[in-house]
């Protein structure tokens, strides 16, 4: 059985899927949704099926990109006919699912029910950093929506607790932005500790909209969530990817 996670203020069918349910068995076991693993190609598509259907969805109704870790957005009308290099995307056509592939990145759905216009971004450091956030409001205002009016979850995350980085990361941040410092904080040896979430909701809030995080940890609950981090550390060949969708 699918576990699917959701937001009250997300107001159209969304989720935020773990990786119970799934088709997919060794390292990969559960709900992986990335045809860019090393998964059997077959399990991957069964995955994204039972997701497509349990959104109401047609298969070829389940739109992701080739993310890349930019901030760029696309507007989406209809069923892509090849790949799309991404991390953003926005719609206000009906019957749409618009599906991000996460292990650690933030997954965030974005919804204005006024104006009925949604969107979905992949937010790792780099992307959150370079704006792909931001860029995602604009295209939704851009098809007529209201900062106001709109609404954004991030989905499962690693947490700070977990995310730990050197003290070049910490620069890459701070020289740019010095206030961003309260976003670190003092791990072991000259390791720091990055909040990935929270320097997002920051970004989202600053650009406007009210945004929430449902507080779950990628890194921390392997019987729940793919983690490339913790797929690294435990010196595993590959690693699974999660999938959270939002449609109108």
Not at 58 to 86: C, E, G, M, R, Y
Request: aromatic share 8%; charged share 20%.
């Amino acid at each position: 059985m699918l576990e699917i996670l959701t937001s009250d203020t997300i107001a159209f069918p969304h989720g935020f899927f773990t990786r119970k349910g799934g088709a997919s068995s060794g390292m990969f076991a559960g709900l992986n949704c990335g045809p860019g693993s090393t998964d059997q190609p077959s399990a991957v598509q069964v995955n994204r099926a039972r997701v497509a259907e349990a959104l109401g969805l047609p298969p070829t109704s389940l739109i992701s990109l080739h993310q890349v870790h930019s901030a760029d957005v696309v507007h989406v009308t209809d069923t892509p006919t090849a790949p799309i290099k991404a991390d953003g995307m926005v719609t206000a056509t009906p019957g749409l699912g618009l599906a991000i592939l996460t292990a650690d990145c933030q997954p965030v759905l974005f919804a204005d029910p006024v104006a009925r216009v949604i969107g979905a971004a992949h937010a790792g450091w780099r992307g959150a950093k370079d704006g792909v956030l931001e860029a995602t409001v604009d295209a939704m205002v851009s098809l007529g929506a209201k900062r106001a009016d709109i609404r954004a979850t991030i989905g499962p995350s690693i947490s700070q607790s977990a995310y730990e980085v050197g003290p070049e990361f910490f620069e890459t941040f701070t020289d740019d932005d010095p206030t961003t410092r309260r976003f670190f904080a003092q791990g072991q040896g000259d390791r720091i500790l990055f909040d990935l979430p929270a320097y997002g909701l920051h970004r989202l809030r600053t650009a406007g909209v009210q945004a929430n995080w449902t507080r779950h940890c990628t890194y921390a609950d392997p019987d729940r969530f793919y983690s490339y981090r913790r797929t690294t550390h435990a010196r595993e060949a590959d690693y699974g990817r999660l999938i959270s969708v939002i449609r109108l």
